[in-house]
């Protein structure tokens, strides 16, 4: 997911990535984490606007995105940009993945960075979350812990992995869905677009689909961060 901010002539990009890949893969195959990797917390940044501009071009230029703007009050979009210079300053942009909270400066990877733009501004609509997100319940019997004696190997999670059971020993994952706001937008313009009180602009970048939420009512209320 890649988060723009845009102010007249002036485009801010960004997003969270991963630092290296290969420490995903050796917490599996080595350190035998299981599916405690989920969980995992790993060396990240927030990359500039002209390295995510790169790869966000060629993905128009293929048509494999889609997109949502949220047209915003000044204030809220300083607020945003304060968010982010507040955000690298705490160190919070060097924690990937982990539990997904990025305001607690308990990581974040790139879905979690961007929702987090919509509570701070009071635009995380109860459909969106309806739609984006997925809660899965992870079973303690497939999270290893490689500072401690449990081990979970990768054969073991291949052919015995089923998402746990209520009342079963679990750990619940919660997360927002690239694919899922991909599908939801696209969606939503093939059976809205037609519709004069859907509450969406429908946009085309293009071949890429996009829909616009006026957000220009809504109250910055919520705290940049949280305990």
Known sequence: MVIELRKDSTIFLTGMALDDMGGFRKSIFNDKIGLGVLFKLAPGHLEETHQVKNELTARIESSDAAFITFKLT???YNYL???IDSFKLMGY???????NMPRAGKGSGC????ISFLELINALLPEFRDHWAVSV???ERLIGDSASAKK???WRILFSFRWARDGRPHRKLILYEPYLIYKWINEVWEKDQD???SGYRFLQVGGIRGVEVDCRHQFVISPMFVK
């Open 81 to 83: 940009i304060s968010y």
């Open 74 to 76: 000044d204030s809220a």
């Open 195 to 197: 519709k004069p009180n």
């Open 152 to 154: 979970v190997s990768f």
């Open 137 to 139: 319940n992870i079973p």
């Open 111 to 114: 879905t979690a960075f961007g």
């Open 93 to 99: 942009d060097r924690l990937y993945n982990g539990l």
